[in-house]
């Protein structure tokens, strides 16, 4: 391959399953020569898949819930001592919303729940850079990358509470990206990435039918998750160094296409 990570050390936040684009991401950066580190919440741990990513990449896992602030600083101290240095890289992948667990529409929000969603899914962001950027762990020049999905943009209805959540994601990377890149150039971007056929992406009500439309709708059609890990590599890597505070979208073309022909037949009248 082409060794675009060969001598970075990274975190890897979200592989749940051989389904999670954090999956896929760590394969992949293992490929490109990358050391890192897994973690996710503990609960998610007893029910995931890690141990098994953990043994093919050659990685520790390190359990981190994303939401509390001592969990984090931990995280860095121990994925330093395990990587023998600072961080080049990290991969935030995480997003949960009760409200769209428990199938409550958009209007009926229950507000516990969202506040849940806001801190798991978008202040979690915050909380991981704030306590690195505090402790000096990202290496000059390192980059952070977020998992978004282009609701923050445009409606949709399904999404629910998670539209608001992820438009709060994409602005901390912005705003946060200002900061961490004036005083250590660490780079923050998000990946505003097509329906993909995760634990996350499938507990949406609709998924299937929407899926199947963006699809329809897209050039290329859906972006899966390796080639979503592919881009994220890239992110990580040098060769997009200048790159920052960016939402980029990574969707076939979904987001600049108004309606493909394939869709316009389904219902036209004319013979
Ligand atoms: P996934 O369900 O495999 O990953 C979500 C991860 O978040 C899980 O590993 C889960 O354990 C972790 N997590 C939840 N609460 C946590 C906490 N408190 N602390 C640490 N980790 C926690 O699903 P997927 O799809 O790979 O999700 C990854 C990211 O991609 C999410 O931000 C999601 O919103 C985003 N995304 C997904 C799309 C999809 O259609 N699947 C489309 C666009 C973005």
Not at 212 to 232: F, H, R, T, V, W
Not at 239 to 258: A, E, I, K, P
């Amino acid at each position: 391959m082409y060794n675009l990570l060969k001598g970075k050390r990274g975190i890897i936040t979200g592989a749940l399953d051989q389904n999670s684009i954090a999956w896929k991401v760590a394969e992949k950066a293992h490929e490109q020569g990358a050391k890192f580190v897994l973690t996710n919440a503990p609960i998610a741990m007893r029910m995931g898949q890690i141990n098994e990513l953990a043994e093919k990449t050659g990685s520790e896992i390190i359990p981190a819930d994303a939401t509390n602030v001592d969990d984090i600083a931990n995280l860095y101290e121990k994925a330093q001592e395990v990587l023998g240095g600072k961080i080049d890289f990290v991969l935030h992948s995480i997003g949960m919303s009760v409200n769209i667990r428990k199938k409550i529409s958009y209007t009926e929000s229950n507000y516990d729940y969202f506040m849940k969603g806001i801190d798991v899914s978008a202040m979690s962001l915050h909380k991981m850079l704030s306590v690195a950027k505090k402790m000096d762990v990202i290496n000059e020049g390192g980059s952070v990358v977020a998992l978004t999905y282009m609701a923050a943009q445009r409606t949709y209805p399904f999404y629910t509470d998670m539209a608001d959540i992820k438009a709060m994601l994409e602005s901390i990377a912005r705003s946060f990206g200002y900061h961490y890149g004036v005083e250590k150039k660490v780079r923050i971007n998000t990946v505003s990435q097509s329906p993909t056929k995760t634990t996350a992406g499938t507990g949406i009500k609709g998924f299937d039918a929407f899926y199947d439309y963006a699809d329809s709708i897209a050039p290329l059609g859906n972006a899966d998750a390796e080639s979503c890990a592919d881009y994220c590599i890239t992110l990580f890597s040098d060769l997009t160094r200048m790159v920052t505070m960016q939402n980029l979208f990574h969707d076939g073309g979904y987001s600049s296409t108004g309606v493909s022909a394939e869709v316009m037949e389904k219902f036209s009248t004319e013979e």
